[in-house]
């Protein structure tokens, strides 16, 4: 079988199946790993970006530096816990300009200062493509993480800030679009929601990040949970995009937003939160619907795979 048949996600599945299982710690299937340490337990997550794949060649040094750490940041906020180190690796080609990476780590000394994360160490390699690693570690304190798993049918389902403008901001640069200077910035220098993650922890039951768009990362919590979703299409505070059909928005990735479900006896707790959605529930079942005038939208081929 080749890969594109098996797809990502069949991939990252056939990898778990072939491991031993442990209670001692939470590996492979969330935003990150848990693993205990005394009366803390430590986050672990790792992020590759790739020339190409995941940025436009001729990307801005300085937010290319900003962008590698902050969306390894954004899998600690994911987990509701605080960033705390990183490990940075890159594969450049020897002839590139050393300026550039000067103002790359300028940019990723930038973000890691305003998250107190420190840079621990890292690798140095040559490659034809221009490849960018990070892993982080954060840290929680002992049972505190907010996992995949933990969804509840009747909980609610609330997001961060606004769904889709990272990927109109894509669209807009792949364009040559002169406007939308801000929905470029959204996709090229996202905010890790660390401080509103660790607003909704102590009502939160589940939490993922949006790296692969709305739909796709709720059916990564109903996966994990083991229950369905309903969203209400009335309800998502989509982006400010005329150029972008809403269903795109839907699937398209990177809005580093946070996806968090929550009993419903806090919804008046949660409306009060600042920079929070309710968009809907946790119901039965075992994948998201969205509803448009209570009818499913449909979505084909929704959110970013690799394969
Ligand atoms: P995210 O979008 O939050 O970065 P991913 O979709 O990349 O998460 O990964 C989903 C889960 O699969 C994570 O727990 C990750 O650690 C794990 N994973 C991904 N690729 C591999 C791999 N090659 N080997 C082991 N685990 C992997
Ligand atoms: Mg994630």
Not at 55 to 79: C, E, H, Q, W
Not at 145 to 160: N, P
Not at 296 to 302: A, F, G
């Amino acid at each position: 079988m080749k890969l594109e048949e098996l797809g990502e996600f069949g991939l990252i599945e056939r990898i778990r199946k072939g491991l031993p299982k442990s209670d001692d710690f939470l590996g492979v299937g969330d935003d990150c790993a848990i693993i205990p340490c005394g009366d803390k337990e430590l986050l672990v997550s790792v992020d590759t970006l790739i020339e190409g794949v995941h940025f436009l060649k001729d990307t801005d040094p300085y937010l290319l530096g900003r962008k590698s750490l902050s969306v390894n940041i954004s899998d600690i906020a994911a987990m509701a816990g605080l960033p705390k180190w990183a490990f940075l690796s890159l594969s450049l080609n020897k002839s590139r300009d050393v300026s550039w990476i000067d103002t790359f780590m300028s940019g990723f000394l930038d973000i890691a200062k305003e998250f107190n994360v420190f840079l621990l160490g890292g690798d140095t390699t040559s490659s034809d493509v221009l490849t960018i690693s990070v892993t982080i570690i954060g840290e929680n304190e002992k049972g505190g993480s907010i996992k995949r798993s933990g969804a509840k049918v009747g909980d609610l389902v609330a997001v961060t800030g606004r769904i889709g403008c990272s990927y109109a901001g894509l669209l807009a640069l792949e364009n040559g679009f002169r406007k939308y200077n801000e929905l470029k910035l959204t996709h090229l220098n996202p905010y890790p929601k660390v401080k509103e993650a660790l607003l909704i922890k102590e009502y939160a039951t589940a939490m993922i990040d949006i790296s692969d768009g709305l739909v796709q990362d709720c059916n990564h919590i109903c996966e994990e949970s083991g229950v369905g979703m309903k969203l209400y299409w009335e309800r998502i505070p989509f982006c400010y995009a005329d150029f972008v059909n809403k269903e795109d928005m839907l699937c398209g990735g990177e809005d580093y937003e946070l996806v968090v479900c929550f009993d419903r006896k806090f919804e008046d707790k949660v409306k009060d939160l600042d920079g929070f959605t309710i968009i809907g529930e946790v119901v039965q079942g075992s994948r998201v619907s969205v509803l448009k005038d209570g009818i499913d939208v449909e979505l084909n081929n929704c959110g970013f795979k690799h394969f």
